[in-house]
């Protein structure tokens, strides 16, 4: 915990709404002896976070999770949760092959999302890239063997179609573009020619009950990556995916658009994009698991 964080959390003059949103972070903190603060600032009264789960700096593969528009570290326990589970699923799967290797997740709450309305520019995706492309440079600087994987969702597959755009992707070696909001015709591009030099391996996919993903390009970044040539697309609505400890099993679909699953009016589960037993969630593992093991 940084000297900024302590200091923010013992600042009577800040919003309650902020102070709750910092105790959200701390309680993370507390709760797992092997998550780091990577770095924290406050920016117009909003804090920011980065949180690692495991040694970013000694793990064969790190893998950033970024949220979606909308969203503040009053969800910060549910990515999370995601994140570490993220982690072990792939540790847990790269045991199973006879090949196990140091993993950790990051969950990558440094940037304004904005709104539901900014979503349709790209102002907020171009700003958050500039910022995540220093973490990454950084990181990579210290361990510049590390395999970087970037697992994006929503507004956030926005923010990596610019790190292309503005040929700042460089550290980046895998990525997953998951109910995107789309990108502008020059970032497939960029994206396109990364794949073909063999730059970086692209995956990409979204529920067919997704209505919301589909409203992100009606803006100003009208291109579903999924259209792109040479990204790989994968299912998430429902049948068989890898097992996390080998085999195949059956996964369930992805029901809306919701990052997280949640239980309905009803009392039924309704899976969201990284729920455990989600076709699309157990696939990403798997290509994850091969990330770390294939250096893919």
């Known amino acids: 915990m940084t000297e900024e964080f302590r200091a923010a959390l013992a600042n009577a003059d800040l919003p309650e709404t902020a102070l709750a949103r910092l105790r959200r972070v701390q309680d993370v903190l507390a709760a797992d002896p092997q998550a780091r603060l990577q770095s924290f600032w406050m920016s117009d009264g909003e804090p920011y976070a980065v949180v690692s789960f495991g040694d970013i700096d000694q793990a064969d593969l790190v893998v950033y999770l970024l949220h979606g528009t909308e969203t503040t570290l009053d969800v910060f326990e ?3 949760n995601a994140a570490q589970r993220t982690c072990m699923d792939v540790i847990r799967s790269c045991v199973s092959r006879g090949e196990p290797r140091r993993v950790a997740t990051v969950a990558w709450f440094g940037w304004d999302s904005g709104t539901h309305v900014t979503t ?7 700003i958050g890239a500039a910022r995540l492309a220093v973490d990454l440079d950084r990181l990579k600087a210290r361990t510049p063997r590390t395999h970087i994987a970037l697992v994006t969702y929503s507004y956030s597959s926005t923010l990596l179609g610019e790190l292309f755009a503005m040929n700042i992707a460089s550290a980046v070696s895998t990525a997953f573009s998951i109910a995107s909001a789309g990108v502008t015709q020059a970032a497939s591009i960029a994206i396109g ?6 730059d970086v391996v692209v995956y990409a996919t979204e529920g067919a009950d997704d209505s919301i ?3 992100g390009r009606l803006g100003q970044h009208p291109v579903d990556p999924r259209d792109i040539p040479g990204v790989i697309g994968y299912d998430c609505d429902g049948g068989e995916a890898p097992g996390i400890e080998g085999g195949v099993v059956v996964g369930v679909a992805v029901q809306g658009h919701a990052s997280q699953s949640s239980i309905d009016e009803h009392g039924v589960r309704r899976a969201g994009y990284f729920d455990e037993h989600a076709q699309g969630y157990l696939t990403m593992v798997d290509y994850l698991a091969d990330a770390a093991t294939d250096g893919r």
């Open 78 to 80: 549910d990515w999370a």
């Open 120 to 126: 349709l520019a790209t102002k907020h995706a171009t």
């Open 193 to 198: 020619d990364a794949i073909t030099r063999g």
């Open 213 to 215: 993903a589909p409203l």
